[in-house]
């Protein structure tokens, strides 16, 4: 980070009608994606997954972040942990796929066995042949480590170096914000999620979440009904945690027989033709309407290269339910369509940060305020 000049994070600083964009380095440099790791993820909350990729207890879900293995568990009290998806003895990878367990994790290479509270319950033959104690080995010194976790919205969030600020001061703001939605959220796994692999650094998939400035151009479709100029910035001027977008006319999607989704019990007016898109720093994006929200967690795989896990969630058991397996589906590739038409975008985006002549960019004092305000706290943590 040290050949970054600091006059050239001071611009990025300025009020929008002076600023330039975060330099190139910001979306290129293997030096600055080492550094986001350590100061921008592990020392703050980040989101990790949906909680719905834990469908049952006993479910067990492995992700890599910046290299880092953990390990999402859902035991059987319902509660979630997070831990290193690593063995305490020789360091194996613990788990490398989705799956169910018995309540066990068993490490592949040598079979010892950890509970979902993280607890090493049985290592065999570790004194011997057939003796599956030893003096110098102490189990209760050698369970999982283990990351502080939280949950909102459907997502799993998590905390390495173990001292950020309490999860309900990191969501604050947004949960008074969308204090309407704080209520069970309904999943469908078949077809209510998908990923997309996009070949850019993920800070460009949160600028262009933010903004709607693009709308006319890349989502033609979705801009005739939902246009530009229905759209409004939203600022976290409370926490400065998150920025976005919403629109004055959402319009729910109707099937061939004139069925709707549920709406949300007892949203106040706002919500009647309101949308709201805005993205949590560091790496969660979420959308909410009054019969469905999303999340997509953005999981950084290299300085130019990020995958988006996208899931979709309901207002009722209902509709759930087989019967409204078609109309979900329809909503998914919906969503999906639109998520798909960004992708040149960001992927263009991410080439043009290779041109040494680039400056980062001129704000639009008018259509850029979400955009501008997410990169000056990406110059905050610096």
Known sequence: MKHIIKDTLANVRQTINKARGLPNDFYTSQEVFAYEKENFFFKGWFAVCSRHKLSVPGAVYPITF??????????????IRVFQNTCR????????????????????????????????????????????????????????????????????FVNISGDAPDFEEYIGSLKKKW????????????DSSFTLNI???????????????????????????SRLEDHYDIID???????????????PTVGEDGKKFDIFPALS??????????????????????DHVFSIVLQPISESKTCEHIDIYYASEEMVSDEWKEKRKANCKLWKDIFEEDIFVVEGMQRGRYGPLFDGGKFSPAMDNATHFFHRWVVSRV
């Open 179 to 190: 204090h309407e939605f704080q209520r069970p959220l309904y999943y469908a796994e078949q």
């Open 237 to 251: 001027e409370e926490g400065h945690r998150f920025s976005g977008q919403g629109t004055h006319f959402y319009q």
């Open 89 to 156: 003895h020789r360091g194996m990878i613990l788990v490398d796929e989705p799956t169910k367990t018995n309540g066990i994790v068993r490490c592949p290479y040598h079979s010892w066995c950890y509970s979902l509270s993280g607890e090493l319950r049985i290592s065999p033959h570790v004194g011997g042949p057939g003796k599956n104690v030893h003096e110098d080995m102490c189990k209760e010194d050698l369970g999982l480590f283990s990351f502080r976790c939280q949950e909102y919205m459907g997502v799993v």
């Open 199 to 225: 070949d850019c650094n993920w800070k460009l998939a949160v600028e262009n979440y933010c903004e709607s400035y693009h709308l006319p151009w890349v989502h033609p479709g979705l801009n005739s009904y």
């Open 66 to 79: 910046f290299d880092l293995p953990l390990l999402v568990v859902r035991d059987k009290d319902d509660v």
């Open 269 to 290: 007016s706002q919500w009647d033709k309101a949308a709201e898109y805005i993205a949590l720093y560091p790496n969660v994006l979420f959308g909410v309407h009054k």
